[in-house]
């Protein structure tokens, strides 16, 4: 499958949970309790990350009392972020992203809801540069003065979570998961490009160099954890 295909489908995916939401539940013997609740959602993690602060917001609806749908869309910019954050990011920092999600619930019947979920995600980062390097598909590594940037991340997630009971309309949901990721790192109308040579650790003495620095396609697992807090809908 092209990255073209992963995207298409995700898009479709995406458009697909949209509708589900806002034509609400198609099922008409729904069991009227805490199981069919539906919820907003804030991430409250997000907008602390350091290395791509954004903003995420979401709505979770129920389909029946053992499966939900859900919708992520987040959107980070420097102005929006909680402090300065340096380096890590620049002026021009823009983030956009959405993340469609199936829920199972393993016990419609206990009020804390523990869950698995599928999430598909797809983020699209954008920033200029001044006086960094990166490390090039094929070469060596270079410095710049300037230079655009832009990462798309895309892939797919399973989670294990708790929607957690509250006698008030206020809550958290909890998750934690592993997943696959696809990511690609695009720099351009670069300024002043010199061959420099970073050591084979690129610069960081632990080997550990910031992903931003490598352009090209990358492969690899992708981990997420969050604590949201929910509003829970009539």
Not at 65 to 89: A, V, Y
Not at 144 to 152: A, E, I, L, P, T
Not at 208 to 214: D, Q, T
Request: net charge positive; proline share 3%; hydrophobic share 35%.
């Amino acid at each position: 499958m092209t990255q073209r295909q992963t995207k298409r489908i995700l898009i479709i995916f995406s458009f697909i949970s949209l509708f589900i939401l806002i034509n609400g539940n198609a099922q008409t013997n729904v069991e009227k309790n805490l199981t069919n609740k539906s919820y907003l959602t804030l991430n409250l993690l997000s907008p602390i990350n350091t290395l791509s602060p954004r903003w995420r917001v979401g709505y979770i609806r129920n389909l029946n009392n053992k499966w939900k749908i859900g919708l992520d869309i987040g959107f980070g910019k420097r102005s929006l972020s909680f402090s300065d954050f340096g380096e890590k990011i620049g002026k021009n920092y823009q983030l956009w992203e959405i993340r469609p999600e199936l829920y199972y619930i393993i016990n419609p019947k206990r009020k804390t809801k523990k869950y698995f979920s599928l999430e598909l995600f797809y983020i699209n980062h954008k920033d200029v540069f001044y006086n960094g390097h990166y490390f090039p598909e094929n070469g060596e590594s270079l410095s710049y003065d300037k230079s655009d940037y832009n990462r798309k991340k895309y892939g797919l997630n399973l989670k294990y979570g708790f929607i957690i009971y509250s006698k008030n309309r206020f809550g958290f949901n909890i998750y934690t998961g592993l997943g696959l990721r696809v990511r690609k790192n695009t720099f351009l109308n670069i300024i002043n490009p010199d061959i420099v040579d970073l050591g084979p650790e690129g610069g960081d003495m632990f080997g550990f160099y910031n992903y931003k620095n490598e352009e090209g396609t990358r492969f690899g697992a992708n981990f997420s954890f969050a604590f949201k807090l929910y509003y829970k809908l009539k």
